[in-house]
């Protein structure tokens, strides 16, 4: 049977060691790359930024918007930085055997407020119909009102999903889904396994924050993005958190392996 679209976001907490700046899972991007190429058909790839942006984000105190020019060298030296992760992912991929091309949040998004208000296609809609594998990430984005404003890649999902009408969308993490408490602090923490849309802000307050530093808020940002995804799932998309620090976890989910460890999410 012929797969949809998937579009996987690929979390920072993932891919990046969140405790050491500027440090990549090098082992772990590579297997869950080609984990990805083996996998799944036509896909869409959003990365998180990691250690890598999250911790020059806070300590240049870019998420506070535009404030002055003086700013500005920080900003871009940000950005820079973030380049070298995206580096990192798209030669994953091209060693795992897939052709990615990459689309800049800041080129094609624009922002009112911290929220994603505009975009411009920049022909990713072309180049997915070649079988190319899009490829985008968190970024600075241009805000209307502030200046500039972090974007996510949770925000990026959540737009893209309403775009492109994917047959599943997949947050693969470092952790199994959503739990009763902190996996990470709370030993005795239980993976819930169904979440229903309605329900999901109930869970909000007990998501993790993040105890590394984490500007868009962690798993509690993600869940923030999914109270949004109410017409993507009535579109029929599949959608799910999923931890993938273990190999073979997204094939068996892709071969609907009921015993596989994640949290659904549900009208």
Do not use: W
């Amino acid at each position: 049977m012929t797969q949809g679209l998937t579009i996987i976001k690929l979390g920072g907490a993932l891919i990046t060691d969140k405790d050491k700046p500027y440090t990549l899972r090098k082992r772990v991007l590579k297997r869950v790359t080609k984990e990805i190429a083996d996998v799944l058909g036509p896909c869409v790839i959003v990365h998180g930024v990691g250690s890598f942006g999250h911790v020059p984000v806070i300590k240049r105190k870019l998420y506070e918007g535009f404030k002055g020019v003086a700013q500005l060298p920080d900003l871009s030296q940000t950005m820079l930085e973030v380049f070298d992760l995206r580096m990192a992912v798209i030669k994953a991929l091209q060693e795992a055997g897939l052709a990615p091309v990459v689309f800049l949040p800041s080129n094609i998004f624009f922002m009112t407020n911290g929220e994603i208000s505009g975009h411009f296609s920049g022909g990713y809609r072309q180049y997915l119909s070649l079988g190319m594998t899009l490829v985008f990430s968190g970024d600075m984005c241009a805000d209307t009102q502030r200046g500039f404003s972090v974007c996510s890649g949770d925000k990026v999902v959540q737009l893209l999903a309403l775009l492109l009408h994917p047959e599943h969308v997949i947050f693969a993490t470092d952790v199994e889904g959503i739990f009763t408490a902190n996996p990470k602090l709370e030993p005795t923490a239980e993976l819930i396994p169904e979440i229903a849309l309605s329900r999901i802000h109930e869970y909000e307050k007990i998501a993790d924050e993040a105890a590394t530093p984490d500007i868009t808020k962690g798993m509690r940002g993600k869940l923030e993005e999914i109270k949004r995804f109410e017409p993507i799932l009535k579109a029929g998309a599949k959608v799910t958190i999923l931890g993938m620090m273990e190999s073979g976890i997204l094939r068996r989910y892709m071969e609907n392996d009921s015993d596989v460890s994640c949290t659904r999410i549900f009208l």
